[in-house]
């Protein structure tokens, strides 16, 4: 498997929903978690895979921060991503 077959792009996130952004973001960080582990105590079958993975969670909160900014919109975004800020306006 090539790099570029599992490497995530701006335009494939920007087709997903936020829970799916979310849900992916949470996937990467899992597996960054895991192989950052490994890679402590063994060394790994593919180390240009911790690359791809911190390059594809920055492309993941980038698509999300747009989105909250209303620079560019998911699609079927149903979820409101920011329900804490809303809490912290009514206080003030």
């Given at each position: 498997m090539?790099?570029?077959e599992y490497e995530?792009?701006?335009?494939?996130?920007?087709?997903?929903s936020i829970e799916?952004?979310?849900h992916r973001l949470h996937e990467v960080d899992e597996e960054l978690f895991n192989?950052?582990?490994?890679r402590r105590v063994?060394?790994?079958d593919n180390p240009l895979r911790l690359r791809v993975l911190r390059?594809?969670?920055a492309r993941l909160q980038t698509v999300l921060h747009e989105h909250k900014l209303g620079i560019n919109k998911?699609?079927?975004?149903?979820k409101?991503?920011?329900?804490?800020?809303?809490s912290e306006d009514e206080k003030e």
């Open positions: 090539t790099q570029k995530l792009k701006a335009s494939q996130i920007r087709d997903l799916e952004v979310e192989l950052n582990l490994r063994q060394k790994l390059r594809d969670r998911l699609s079927a975004s149903s409101i991503l920011d329900s804490g800020s809303s």
